[in-house]
């Protein structure tokens, strides 16, 4: 496009508003935010820790019968965790069961370490949400960067078309590459191109 032209500063704004509008972020693989990945992890130093309790009241059952039906693990999942933490915990309220479990090399603050990882949990609760709030924010700029594009792409098909009138090839790349996609009347995608009439033949 020529320097200084209406087109040539629409084009400018299209090459930065691609960096502005950034990756896919709903693209598989995407990253989990540093609050769900940390939320992941306690859950996962939890669960273990409840496998080793678990395992532990299996071997004490042995020569105390019935000792282990306290120490059940439920599923893994979030809130199954949960709440076989918290039944561990009610569990493990007296001094002398603890100590069984100490005596078979548990550390001796496996209690306090648990208590500690579920207030973290706790608060991990409260970031995740101000991350869910920032993407709502993130995703109503996105929209707006994308619908700021597509008026863009519009004006800028009438001078593509007088520019390149007289280049068949490049005008049909320009059909191409200014394909949008946007939402049709009955709510779902379709892809349509700038209306660009028969190029006259130079």
């Not at 992890?41 to 059952?61: C, M, P, Q, Y």
């Not at 946007?182 to 779902?188: A, L, W």
């Amino acid at each position: 496009m020529p320097t200084g032209s209406i087109a040539g500063t629409q084009v400018a704004r299209c090459v930065t508003l691609v960096g502005e509008i950034g990756p896919d972020d709903t693209a598989p693989g995407t990253p989990a935010s540093p609050a769900t990945a940390a939320m992941d992890h306690l859950f996962d130093k939890v669960w273990e820790d409840l496998k080793a309790v678990s395992g532990t009241a299996r071997t004490i059952n042995t020569t105390e019968p019935g000792f282990s039906t306290r120490f059940r693990l439920g599923d893994d999942t979030h809130e199954a965790i949960l709440a076989t933490a918290d039944d561990f915990l009610e569990h493990l309220a007296d001094a002398a069961t603890v100590a069984k479990f100490i005596a078979y090399l548990l550390p001796a603050d496996f209690v306090t370490t648990l208590q500690a990882d579920l207030a973290k949990i706790s608060g991990k609760g409260g970031e995740q949400t101000d991350d869910q709030l920032a993407d709502v924010g993130d995703t109503a700029q996105t929209r707006a960067l994308i619908k700021e594009g597509r008026a863009l792409i519009k004006s800028l098909n009438t001078s593509v078309r007088n520019f390149f009138r007289t280049h068949p090839a490049i005008l049909a790349e320009w059909r191409t590459a200014s394909r949008i996609r946007q939402t049709g009347g009955s709510g779902e995608p379709e892809e349509t191109t700038p209306a660009t009439p028969a190029p006259a033949t130079p």
